[in-house]
C-alpha cells in the first residue's frame, strides 16, 4: 500500500494520473502540484460571452484506437457525453486536407482514383510509390527519422512533401530529426514485421493505433458505429481539465494546489521530500507528470544520470494565431492545410476551425475562424529569441499568410496571439534508447517515481492521458 503519492504537473496527464489513482484504496493520500495558476496545461479555450469558442492548443481529439477509447470512456466518466461535438469520417473537414505548394492550394488525394491518379503536387500517382516499396529490403537500424524510413520506401517526393507537411502539423517538428520507432512506431513495427505495405499501415496508424485493451463505453461504441473521425467539446477542449479538476476537488480524495511550483526533489531511497517555495512536503512515491526538463531541473543533485537523460529531450516553441472575419472566406472547404518546410519553413499550416466546428461561431451573423501555426523547430531560425519575438510581428505574419495562401482580403474582426513556449516535444533518432536507460536507471536504483506526460511516450492529448493512466495503474493495479 502506498501511502502518499504526489503527482507533480496539473496538465492533462498530471490530472488524468489523479482521476485513476483517486479510484484506488491502495493510496491514503493524493497531492496534486501545479505550478500556473490553473490546471489544464496547452488545452486552454478562450470563451466569448456571444458563444464564440477559440482553441489555443489542441482542437480536436481523435477517438480511435485504445488511447483514444480512454479518452471517451474519461468524458463519459465525468459526465460530458452531451457535450461531445462529433464530426464523422464522411465529413468534408475529414475528406478535405490540403498542402500549400508552388504557391497554391492542392487537395490531398483521397479514395481511389486519388491514389491512381496523378494528383498535384505529386509528378506520379502515389500508387507506384506502393509499388516502389514491395521490392524494398528492411531497413537495418536500430532507429531511423521519418525521413529516411519513408524516402527509402515510398521515395523522395512523397518524403519531402506529404510527410514533411505531415510531421510539422503533427509535431511541429523537421522529419529529417524525427524518429520513425518513437513518432510512428506502428511504421516502425510493421516494417521490422515484414508487412508489406508501409503506405497502407501509415493510414491505418492514422485510422487506429493499436494499444491495450481498453474496454468501450456507450460512448466508444456510439463513436464506432456513428464513425467519428474527431470530436470537440461545446466549451471547447479546456473543459476536459476543469471537470477532471471538479472531480478531484469534489471528491475528497486528492488534495490540489496550484500556483505551488516545485523547487527541488531529494529522497532518502524509500521516499521523496518536495521542497516548495514555502516548506516541504514528503511522499512516499512520485508521478512526474512535468515536462522532462523541468524535472530534471527539480531532481538538483538526487539522480544526476536520470537528470541528464530528460535534459536531452528536446522541445519546439509554436506561436497559435487564432483568427476570426466577417462573413464566409474561404475559397474552399476541409480541415485546413499543411504547409511543407520546403515552401515557407515559419509558417506550418493553417486550420479552417469554422468547417469542423462551426457551433464554436458566435451567434449572430455568419463569420471564419482560422488559427495559423507558425515555428516548431524553426522558430528561433526565422523569427528569433522567443523571449523577444512580439505579438505584433506574428500577428501581422499569421494575417499575410490568410491573405496569400486563400486569398482573404479583408482584416480579421478578432485575433489573440498564444506563444506556446517548449509545448512540443522532440523524439530525435535514439530516444526509444534514451528512454530505456531512464527507465532502467529508475529500477536499479529503486526510485519511487514514474513517468507520465508527453515528454516520453506521445505527444496527443490521448497519449497523455493514457501516460497519465498507466502511471497510475503500473502503482496500485487496475482500477
Excluded at 95 to 110: D, T
Excluded at 312 to 337: D, K
Aim: hydrophobic share 40%.
Amino acid at each position: 500500500m502506498q501511502k502518499t503519492v504526489a503527482v507533480l504537473g496539473g496538465g492533462i496527464g498530471g490530472l488524468s494520473a489523479c482521476f485513476h489513482l483517486s479510484k484506488s484504496h491502495q493510496v491514503s493520500k493524493i497531492v496534486l502540484l501545479e505550478g500556473d495558476g490553473r490546471f489544464g496545461g496547452w488545452l486552454s479555450s478562450t470563451r466569448r460571452e456571444d458563444g464564440a469558442v477559440f482553441e489555443h492548443g489542441p482542437r480536436g481529439i481523435r477517438p480511435a484506437g485504445a488511447v483514444g477509447r480512454n479518452t471517451l470512456n474519461m468524458v463519459e466518466e465525468l459526465g460530458l457525453e452531451s457535450e461531445v461535438l462529433p464530426v464523422t469520417y464522411n465529413h468534408v473537414a475529414s475528406k478535405n486536407r490540403y498542402l500549400y505548394v508552388g504557391g497554391q492550394l492542392h487537395k490531398m488525394p483521397s479514395g481511389l482514383g486519388g491514389v491512381l491518379r496523378t494528383v498535384p503536387p505529386f509528378s506520379r500517382p502515389l500508387v507506384q510509390s506502393g509499388l516502389k516499396e514491395i521490392l524494398i529490403s528492411r531497413g537495418k537500424e536500430e532507429d531511423e527519422s521519418v525521413h529516411s524510413f519513408v524516402s527509402r520506401r515510398l521515395g523522395t517526393e512523397l518524403a519531402d512533401i506529404a510527410i514533411d507537411s505531415l510531421c510539422r502539423g503533427v509535431f511541429a517538428g523537421d522529419c529529417r530529426k524525427l524518429s520513425v520507432r518513437s513518432c510512428l512506431p506502428p511504421l516502425y513495427n510493421a516494417e521490422k514485421a515484414r508487412v508489406p505495405s508501409s503506405w497502407e499501415c501509415c493510414w491505418a496508424q492514422v485510422r487506429e493505433s493499436p494499444g491495450p485493451d481498453v474496454p468501450p463505453s456507450t460512448l466508444t461504441k456510439r463513436a464506432a458505429q456513428e464513425n467519428w473521425a474527431q470530436w470537440s467539446l461545446k466549451r471547447g477542449l479546456q473543459n476536459l481539465p476543469e471537470a477532471l479538476e471538479e472531480r478531484m476537488r469534489n471528491g475528497g480524495r486528492v488534495e490540489v494546489h496550484k500556483d505551488t511550483p516545485v523547487m527541488g526533489l531529494s529522497t532518502n531511497g524509500t521516499g521523496w521530500e518536495i521542497q516548495l517555495e514555502v516548506g516541504t512536503i514528503k511522499a512516499d512515491h512520485i508521478i512526474a507528470a512535468l515536462p522532462a526538463k523541468a524535472l530534471a531541473s527539480a531532481l538538483l543533485t538526487a539522480a544526476q544520470p536520470l537528470s541528464q537523460q530528460l535534459r536531452e529531450i528536446a522541445t519546439v516553441t509554436v506561436a497559435v494565431v487564432n483568427l476570426e472575419y466577417e462573413g464566409s472566406v474561404l475559397p474552399v472547404t476541409g480541415f485546413g492545410h499543411l504547409v511543407p518546410s520546403s515552401e515557407d519553413r515559419g509558417l506550418l499550416g493553417v486550420v479552417y476551425d469554422s468547417v469542423p466546428f462551426p457551433q464554436h461561431n458566435r451567434t449572430g451573423g455568419p463569420t471564419t475562424r482560422l488559427t495559423v501555426m507558425m515555428g516548431g523547430a524553426w522558430f528561433q531560425e526565422v523569427f528569433g529569441n522567443p523571449e523577444e519575438v512580439t505579438e505584433q510581428l506574428l500577428l501581422d505574419r499569421a494575417t499575410q499568410a490568410v491573405t496569400s495562401h486563400l486569398g482573404v482580403t479583408t482584416l480579421p474582426i478578432w485575433s489573440v496571439v498564444a506563444l506556446l513556449k517548449d509545448c512540443i516535444p522532440q523524439y530525435y533518432l535514439g530516444h526509444w534508447k534514451r528512454l530505456e536507460n531512464m527507465r532502467q536507471y529508475i529500477r536499479d536504483h529503486n526510485l519511487p517515481l514514474s513517468l507520465a506526460g508527453s515528454s516520453y511516450d506521445g505527444v496527443s492529448v490521448n497519449d497523455v492521458i493514457f501516460s497519465g493512466r498507466s502511471a497510475a495503474e503500473d502503482l496500485v493495479g487496475k482500477v
